[in-house]
């Protein structure tokens, strides 16, 4: 009959006067709290656990556990009924009263069976590795009786079988011992042989050749002693000084009259005894076949060396009884105790070397790791720990896995631990495990025995009650470095129900550390840029990019780029609040860097802009000394757009065939007059001719026909040329003629262009999107990332098709995609650059965290000073009222009631 679970309990089903429960085994979580109470421990998930005739006793509930029963009440006292129903208990309840605070479960009898019986074959093994076998010149060394090594059977009562047979044999050896006689299976050696008879296999030594020898055996204070080590007295007349050693095997116990004597007359003063049992020789591979004593047989060391128990010697001064040692009771495998959460603290290096960060999947050849695990924190640099943590992988957790696998281990003392439920005290959301600290999970717990078990799932950086999780930094820095939105980010951990850090947080940290480091990580690349162009002419770019599109921009940023690298020069964030409009934003930019420029010795000789009048009349009257020119391609655009505003009207229709060439002569015009404005003007104008197929004209300097082959007779006549005089030729006339664009082209003789602005500009859309609404600082720190990106990724190659497949082309080619721009109307093949390495981002990442532990917080002015306008919160032409004045005021068209608008006139 099942027995009541709480241990030392002795109720059973079978005393009906007190009440069983079985285990609520379809509630799993009532089922573990059922099983903590009774101090039952168990392994894995409860979903495999067998909680078939497992009951808890009625002894173990409250009365108020139970339901009120009314029903038998009632039948009982109308007499209906003899006896009343079983009790049931509440959903949920869990027993209370009589717990026995022991934690150890009474063992099984067959557990404690296996275990004595591991426990005495532990002893047998440990004698043997204890005591090495060597030759022996005594004699009476006892060695096995059987030649064939034994071999275990596949049973108990086989192994049991075989073990008698070799204890029957060791008795009659010994008995025959005692009787004077020997098998030929043992070896006895007397002096001069007169104490026995001894068979053929028998080796005799004399009285003068064992007078000088000694017996070693196992002193019993001295653990560590491999050999048994006692010193024989020697007797007057040479007789025999017998040293009793009353052997007890294990599975039976000898006689004492089946007794071993050993002579001390030997011929070796230091030889090692062979105290062998012959049931273990059987057990062995290696067997002693009677031969020479003095001819010593290797024995492997002992793999474990266990202390053996003072025990007191019994008889005269030599004898001595072969101790049993106790094996360890076995413990169930455990984990060890878990620390507290990793904290790295700030420390200084003994000697201030420039340290170079290793990117993750690099080895990093000058790092050694430490031959002691247990003290690599303290010999790791503070830089080492930091990277080991970059680094480090991280893995999404599920918390069902997380609870099993807590589940499964094991306090320090063998107990299984407690999992319980927390709630957190921000979200007051349930959290199974422990308490979130934005996306750690810290579980304290005990075990059963009460031990405390904590664990967290990051590191700690810092000190004391400032130290923040290492994931919640490295998340808020990933995000910013990545040009990720926070609602983005945190949207998509919602979807997943995946912990996240706050806004809040994630500002926190931007203001305090990740801010910081990209100022002054910006004002090294910088600098480091300027200083390998002093003394040398720069060519310079520079283009303006609002936040938003229109009139209406609260950011202007303005970027100066070097036109042969693609390298930025710097860059310069303007506040609608520091100018008078957001179209004078550019202009005031532009004036800000080229003075900064100035000032730190960095020598423009060109500078190439879009056509913006204020910047081109700044540049005449402030810096005529720099040559400044305009965009190529801003001038085609402007040249392509009047010609298509010509072509629009009825009469000047057969402009449009025309206006793709007429632009690509403008480039072609540009790029092969060397940089004479003359020649320029001459080719630009003489568009005018060769659309009414006249390809030489007079009244030029320089240019004077056309450098094209003579067209073939069907070409021409396929050619839609326009009639000389025609409105549609002297539209044209007109554009090209025009005084503004003549001066323009004047300023595109060197052929500069700003394409590589536009990139830039394109790629800042990452880290600032015109979409999204960012303060000052923040918009300064975004630009300076996209800055960052761009100096480290110049001088991309077009990549090579590595494989060969059925759309790319031969391997080792150049890659191209096609694409179809609908501005063109046409399919165009754009080259495929190399990808770009973002390994600078891993060394700003390790200079936040760096930053957290030295306690740095806030940018320094040297860095990052903005101006005091720039900061105003408020850009709003007029003052804010206050929000309960705007809401009294507000009225709507779709409203009810009140908020209807009044009626005009009222």
């Known amino acids: 009959m099942p027995l009541c679970r709480v241990f030392d309990c002795k109720t059973n089903t079978g005393q009906t006067d007190i009440p069983c429960h079985r285990f609520p085994a379809k509630d799993l979580e009532t089922s573990r709290r059922w099983l903590i109470a009774c101090k039952i421990q168990w392994e894995g998930s409860l979903k495999n656990y067998k909680f078939r005739n497992k009951i808890v006793c009625g002894l173990h509930f409250a009365p108020s556990d139970y339901e009120d029963d009314t029903y038998s009440k009632v039948m009982l006292a109308d007499g209906k009924i003899e006896k009343a129903r079983p009790k049931r208990l509440k959903p949920g309840v869990v027993p209370t009263l009589n717990l026995t605070k022991l934690s150890d479960p009474k063992p099984r009898l067959i ?221 169930p495998l455990h984990t060890p105790a878990p620390t507290k959460p990793r904290r790295i603290e700030y420390k200084e290096d003994a000697e201030d070397e420039e340290e170079v960060p290793v990117k993750p999947g690099k080895k990093d050849t000058d790092y050694e790791p430490s031959s002691s695990s247990s003290s690599s924190d303290e010999e790791c640099s503070t830089e080492e720990l930091i990277r080991e943590i970059i680094n480090d992988s991280k893995y999404i957790v599920f918390n069902s896995c997380l609870r099993s696998l807590i589940g499964q281990c094991r306090c320090h003392c063998g107990s299984v631990l407690l999992i319980y439920d927390h709630v957190d005290k921000y979200s007051e959301e349930k959290s199974e495990l422990g308490s979130l600290k934005g996306s750690m999970l810290t579980v304290k717990t005990t075990c059963l025995k009460g031990h405390p078990w904590e664990w967290s799932s990051q590191p700690l950086i810092g000190e004391g009650k400032e130290a923040v999780p290492a994931g919640n930094l490295m998340l808020s820095a990933a995000m910013l470095f990545s040009g990720t939105s926070f609602a983005k980010a945190s949207h998509m951990a919602s979807f997943m129900n995946l912990r996240f850090i706050s806004e809040g947080t994630k500002i926190g940290h931007e203001g305090s550390f990740i801010f910081p480091v990209v100022h002054e990580s910006w004002y090294h690349e910088k600098h480091t840029l300027w200083r390998s162009l002093e003394g040398t002419p720069v060519r310079g770019c520079g283009d303006a990019r609002c936040d938003t599109p229109g009139y209406c921009a609260k950011y202007c940023t303005y970027v100066m780029m070097e036109m042969d690298t693609g390298k930025i020069l710097d860059i310069e964030t303007l506040s609608v609040n520091e100018a008078s409009s957001s179209n004078a934003m550019e202009k005031e930019a532009c004036h800000r860097l080229l003075d900064r420029l100035k000032e730190n010795d960095v020598e423009l000789s060109i500078f190439c802009t879009d056509r913006h009048a204020s910047i081109a009349k700044m540049m005449r009257e402030e810096y005529a000394d720099i040559d400044h020119q305009f965009d190529m391609w801003h001038l085609a655009k402007s040249v392509t757009k009047k010609l298509h505003a010509k072509a629009r009207q009825k009469e000047c229709q057969e402009l449009n065939p025309w206006i793709s060439s007429i632009k690509n002569h403008l480039w072609w015009a540009a790029a092969s007059c060397n940089g004479n404005s003359i020649e320029l003007t001459e080719k630009w104008r003489s568009v005018v001719h060769h659309v009414v197929d006249r390809h030489d004209w007079g009244g030029s300097q320089q240019y004077h026909q056309c450098v094209h082959d003579p067209l073939p007779p069907e070409e021409r006549e396929a050619k839609k040329w326009l009639e000389e005089g025609s409105e549609a030729h002297e539209a044209l006339g007109k554009v090209i003629n025009d005084n503004t664009l003549l001066k323009g082209i004047n300023k595109v003789n060197l052929f500069c262009h700003t394409g590589k602005t536009e990139v830039f500009n394109s790629s800042l859309l990452k880290f600032a999107p015109k979409r999204s609404n960012f303060g000052y600082e923040g918009m300064v720190v975004r630009t300076k990332l996209a800055a960052i990106e761009n100096n480290m990724n110049t001088g991309r190659v077009q990549a090579r098709v590595q494989h060969e497949t059925k759309h790319s082309g031969p391997a080792g080619s150049l890659r191209y995609k096609v694409v179809y721009p609908k501005a063109k109307k046409d399919w165009v093949a754009k080259p495929i650059y190399e990808g770009k390495e973002y390994g600078y981002v891993y060394d700003l990442i390790e200079d936040v965290l760096l930053r957290k532990l030295a306690k740095k917080k806030g940018t320094d002015k040297k860095f990052f000073d903005p101006p005091a306008k720039a900061l105003e919160k408020n850009i709003a032409g007029a003052e804010n009222p206050g929000k309960a004045v705007v809401i009294a005021a507000h009225q709507s068209r779709f409203g009810t009631g009140d908020q209807l608008g009044h009626p005009i006139g009222s």
């Open 111 to 331: 557990s404690q069976q296996r275990a004595v019986r591991q426990e005495k074959e532990a002893q047998k093994r440990t004698i043997i590795d204890k005591v090495k076998p060597a030759t022996c010149t005594t004699a009476n060394a006892i060695v096995s009786s059987s030649d064939e090594s034994h071999k275990p059977g596949p049973s108990i009562k086989r192994r049991r079988k075989k073990r008698k047979s070799g204890n029957a044999t060791a008795k009659e050896g010994l008995e025959s011992e005692a009787n004077g006689t020997t098998s030929s299976g043992m070896q006895c050696l007397g002096a001069n042989g007169a104490n026995g008879t001894t068979s053929s296999s028998m080796q005799r030594l004399g009285a003068n050749e064992a007078a000088s020898s000694s017996m070693q055996c196992p002193d019993p204070d001295d653990v560590a002693s491999p050999s048994v080590q006692c010193s024989l007295p020697e007797s007057s007349n040479n007789a025999v000084t017998p040293l009793i050693l009353p052997v007890e095997f294990h599975d039976f116990p000898l006689k004492k009259s089946a007794q071993t004597q050993i002579s001390p007359e030997m011929k070796s003063s230091e030889t090692q005894t062979d105290w062998a049992d012959p049931i273990l020789h059987n057990n062995s591979k290696k067997q002693s076949h009677g031969k020479y004593p003095g001819k010593q047989e290797q024995c492997q060391p002992p793999v474990e060396e266990l202390p053996l128990p003072e025990q007191p010697t019994k008889g005269n001064d030599h004898e001595y009884c072969i101790p049993t040692p106790k094996r360890p009771s076995a413990k």
